[in-house]
């Protein structure tokens, strides 16, 4: 995960470390290379700068580098400190309280979704011990409802679906009513995505969200499509204001600018990754542990 920026970062400590005295001159060298590194992991310019910027505050500032018995180490602490507030600080949990709680789960077709909500639902049923009810509502794609039955066999969570049914609003409706009657804790609503954003779409998802007021809502977005992922995660929140991100693919090729840049560009929380398509690959997302694992 995030091997190349992971790479670029180390280099960038390298002019801190050894036995010559540091300069003001070694510390600009070192924020360059930072730069440079958040760029190249498909991080905007512009938060990149302001990023750097933060940290030669701090640098040159409150905790001054330049005095510090290991200077390297301590811009590593600084970064490390910096990034975990980039990508939000505390991690925020997912809001399953309800009676039932519903949760509703948007985001583009091959985004992940489907494959989330499964995972969604073993989390809830193991580590939260909660009774999940799982409902297919991509009423377009007929293989996502096989799908769906598919992964809530693997999981062992029931299933709520209308194959004849068109209206997703509805199916989601009644999928609540039968929750409701049947005592379960937790409805996920799976929903139908496009291959981009749409207005059809959008004012399909938006009424959903209306029609069943969910306590909680994820978007769900592919990390390897970088800068892309950002702008559909903007687009999206200013149409359904959802509650939190979930960040997909992690364990492929992603050069980390979607993980890094969400939070600053949207304003809300990345609250799991998805790393596999097993059922078993997903992470509540905690912004201090990604940036350990980032810098090694
Ligand atoms: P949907 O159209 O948004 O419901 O997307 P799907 O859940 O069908 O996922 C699209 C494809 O991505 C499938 O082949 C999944 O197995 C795969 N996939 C989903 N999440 C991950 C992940 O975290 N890592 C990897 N490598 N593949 C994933």
């Not at 790479?7 to 001159?25: P, Q, V």
Request: glycine residues 8%; charged residues 30%; aromatic residues 6%.
């Amino acid at each position: 995960m995030f091997d190349n920026l992971s790479d670029r970062l180390e280099g960038a400590f390298k002019s801190l470390t050894g036995d010559n005295r540091i300069t003001e001159i070694n510390v600009a060298t070192s924020l360059k290379e930072i730069r440079r590194a958040l760029v190249a992991a498909d991080v905007n310019y512009k938060i990149a700068k302001e990023f750097t910027d933060k940290v030669k505050e701090k640098a040159l500032g409150t905790e001054n580098v330049l005095k510090a018995v290991k200077p390297g180490q301590l811009m590593v602490k600084i970064v490390q400190d910096e990034l975990t507030e980039l990508m939000g600080g505390q991690s925020v949990g997912i809001n399953v309280k309800g009676d039932p709680a519903v949760v509703l789960i948007a985001g583009l077709q091959g985004s992940g979704k489907t494959t989330f909500s499964g995972k969604l639902a073993k989390y809830l049923q193991e580590k939260r011990k909660l009774k999940v009810l799982l409902t297919a509502g991509d009423v377009y794609r007929p293989a996502a409802i096989d799908q769906l039955t598919v992964l809530a066999g693997q999981v062992g969570a029931e299933i709520y679906k209308e194959p004849e049914n068109k209206n997703p609003v509805e199916i989601a409706l009644k999928a609540i009513d039968h929750a409701r009657k049947n005592k379960f804790d937790v409805v996920i609503v799976d929903t139908a995505g496009r291959l981009s954003v749409d207005e059809k779409m959008m004012q399909e998802i938006s009424d959903v969200r209306q029609a069943i007021n969910p306590n909680e809502t994820l978007f769900v977005v592919d990390s390897m499509t970088g800068q892309d992922a950002v702008n559909t995660a903007k687009v999206f929140n200013e149409r359904i204001d959802y509650d939190g991100v979930v960040l997909t693919k992690l364990d492929g090729d992603t050069r980390g600018g979607a993980a890094l840049s969400v939070k600053y560009t949207v304003g809300k929380p990345i609250k799991f990754v998805s790393t596999g398509e097993k059922m078993d690959a997903l992470d509540v997302f905690y912004p201090d542990r990604m940036a350990q694992r980032i810098l090694g």
